[in-house]
């Protein structure tokens, strides 16, 4: 009975958001630095299409001169923060060493999570003054690398952290630079807990061992897909309580406050708790965020460098300089996933599916939950009215790229466009069922190969069963 109930209020839902995104259903490619040619995408002066002859299908497309633009305009957001403070990209956001390069050609540092992200940001000649490690579960092995490979600082996150880094300074006798990771948000797995006082012991530690530890930066990072400055300042406010207690009981001023990364981007968005819910329970797709509803990247850092800058005035604290860690909003928009219809079915309820080359299991994960606009490459000006299932080619129920969403009629090799496919796309990416696909970057009508497409070789690689 209840089953029967939400089927029928389903359809009736589903159909009212059908009519509400065929009202909405093309908006301005420019918002991804992308061009329409007719009904044809066009990523920096080539059709999606064209890449897919040239390339073959699934590709991850990486337009370059929206990265640029997207590095610029957040450098001058920045521009505001104090002298020598710094932007570091967090490199599990899009490890992809040819993105991390030009990113780091544009003068941003690194934030790395784990041995393989430190590895990789030696092999692409990151100084080490520009380097943070951050992460949740750090090996004695990978603190003693970076203490070797001289970072800028280790970010605890544990009080056995602090421990085991206390007896690595002893073993190679260095002083370890050091930061403390503070943990604000209730019971999040990450950071020194503020509230029960285990940050604040955390500084005791350090305090009372000063010939290892050298305390160089707060660091929190507690917002995610952030549309203005306000939840944001809220947490900043305890860090610089933070910090004010660390002056006024050790004397000691922090020259450095990390703010963390988190900021969103307009175009695509994580679904609240309760659109989550709904679209799981009754697949009502959440309708595209509001764009309108984004603080330019300039006023929310002028917002979170003012009130620093008040409290410390107001505090007598000698003002910090900033760290941020941003992912998304440098890289997210300037990458976009295409695939193609492999074949299409009709069920009796009037749904139709789309069997394509990409489902959330290949390298579209964040689409389970996440908005993410989705397009038909060569039919964007086409009435959108039916209503599909896009599915990948996993054999599971739960290998789709998008459920209920509407679109032009569809048919074998139209090729679907996944915007904003440069945040947590290739990170999560793994090769159930079929190897990964290339990825290439696309500028002004020159296209180049960043990885290549996997082969059947390289998934076999490591299996002992074959010889080699
Ligand atoms: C993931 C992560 C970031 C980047 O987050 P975005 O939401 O992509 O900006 C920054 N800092 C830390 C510690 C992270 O874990």
């Not at 991804?32 to 890449?51: C, H, K, T």
């Not at 002298?83 to 967090?90: E, P």
């Amino acid at each position: 009975m209840f089953d029967l109930l939400l089927k029928a209020m389903s359809r009736i839902v589903v159909s009212y958001s059908a009519k509400k995104q065929a009202v909405h259903f093309l908006p301005d490619f420019n918002a991804w630095g992308l061009d329409r040619n007719g009904d044809q995408l066009v990523i920096s002066g080539i059709s999606a299409l064209e890449l897919i002859k040239q390339y073959g299908s699934p590709l991850l497309v990486l337009n370059e001169l929206r990265l640029d633009y997207d590095i610029r305009n957040l450098q001058k957001a920045f521009s505001c923060a104090p002298r020598g403070s710094m932007i570091l990209y967090s490199y599990k956001t899009n490890c992809i060493p040819g993105i991390l390069q030009y990113i780091h050609s544009r003068g941003l540092g690194a934030e790395v999570i784990s041995p393989y992200e430190l590895r990789l940001a030696e092999r692409l000649c990151v100084p080490g003054n520009n380097i943070i490690f951050n992460g949740v579960s750090k090996s004695k092995e990978s603190l003693e690398q970076a203490i070797k490979k001289g970072v800028f600082s280790i970010n605890a996150d544990t009080i056995d952290e602090l421990e085991t880094l206390k007896d690595l300074s002893a073993e190679l006798k260095t002083q370890v630079r050091i930061g403390l990771r503070l943990g604000l948000a209730g019971d999040s797995q990450f950071g020194l807990d503020f509230d029960s006082g285990e940050a604040a012991a955390a500084c005791g530690l350090v305090m009372n061992n000063m010939k290892a530890f050298n305390l160089v930066v707060i660091h929190l990072h507690t917002v995610a897909n952030a549309r203005n400055a306000k939840k944001h300042l809220a947490y900043i406010k305890k860090a610089l309580k933070f910090l004010l207690q660390i002056k006024n009981c050790y004397g000691v001023d922090v020259p450095y406050l990390d703010i963390g990364g988190g900021y969103g981007v307009p175009t695509s968005q994580v679904m609240s708790k309760p659109a989550y819910a709904i679209y799981r329970l009754l697949g009502i797709l959440p309708s595209r965020p509001n764009w309108n509803e984004y603080q330019p990247m300039a006023d929310y850092f002028k917002e979170v460098v003012k009130f620093i800058s008040d409290f410390c005035n107001t505090n007598r604290l000698p003002m910090p300089k900033l760290i941020i860690e941003p992912g998304r909003v440098v890289t997210s928009r300037a990458e976009l996933l295409l695939s193609s219809v492999n074949a299409t079915k009709k069920k009796n309820s009037g749904l139709q599916f789309a069997m394509t080359d990409v489902g959330k299991h290949s390298i579209a994960y964040p689409c389970d939950y996440e908005y993410h606009d989705i397009f038909v490459a060569n039919k964007l000006t086409r009435l959108p009215f039916q209503r599909y299932n896009i599915v990948g080619r996993i054999c599971m129920s739960s290998d789709f790229i998008v459920k209920n969403k509407l679109l032009p009629q569809l048919e074998p090799s139209d090729v679907i466009a996944v915007m904003d496919a440069g945040a947590y796309f290739s990170s999560y990416s793994s090769n159930f069922g079929f190897p990964r696909p290339a990825i290439i970057k696309v500028c002004e009508g020159k296209t180049d190969i960043l990885r290549h497409e996997e082969t059947l070789e390289h998934t076999i690689y490591m299996d002992t069963v074959f010889p080699r």
